[in-house]
């Protein structure tokens, strides 16, 4: 399966680099670290924007999330087919996460939101919007995960919240940082 993946995301690289954001995909690493910022117990659905590969879903499921509970949002089509047929009991949407009211609607709230969107990649309002959709979104108490390479976070918290570094991951190519958001 690594090497399958492997393939995949060096042909989606190569067709959007843009959008993938990466050299390689996540590693297992950078995947359970995320993972770990979230909470099992909490009731709700989790959603996850940008899963690639599916590394981070698989950490989540494995961190105690019944597939069922997992939303997550893919904007390439090729990474969307591939996770639906990896987690078929993961809902899998293709569309667009920095467009949440067309991709999902209105009202769904969320126990916690994972991404592994390449936020630098995109401008700085783009970033901003897309932190209040999230934020509008997040049950009470619910944290918003964000992984970047960058050396700050890479969108500010939303004023009434705060952003603190969960972890460094050495053993991802790059290496990245684990950013909580929350109130």
Request: glycine fraction near 8%; include cysteine; charged fraction near 20%.
């Amino acid at each position: 399966m690594f090497l399958a993946d492997q393939l995949r995301f060096l042909g989606r690289l190569a067709a959007n680099p843009h959008h993938v954001g990466a050299v390689a995909p996540s590693s297992k690493r950078l995947a359970r670290a995320m993972a770990a910022e979230t909470d099992p117990a909490r009731r709700g659905r989790v959603l996850e924007l940008g899963p690639g590969t599916g590394v981070v879903t698989e950490a989540l499921i494995a961190r105690g999330f019944a597939p069922e509970r997992i939303t997550a949002i893919e904007f390439d089509e090729h990474f969307a087919l591939a996770l639906r047929d990896r987690c078929s009991s993961v809902r899998v949407i293709h569309g667009d996460a920095f467009q949440l009211a067309n991709t999902l609607g209105d009202g769904a709230c969320f126990a916690a939101v994972v991404s592994s969107l390449p936020l630098l990649n995109f401008p700085l309002t783009s970033r901003q919007s897309l932190i209040a959709d999230i934020f509008a979104r997040l049950e009470p108490g619910a944290s918003f995960i964000q992984f970047s390479y960058g050396l700050s976070p890479p969108v500010a918290a939303p004023v009434g919240a705060c952003v603190k570094l969960a972890a460094r991951v050495w053993l991802n190519l790059p290496p990245a940082k684990v950013w909580v958001y929350g109130r």
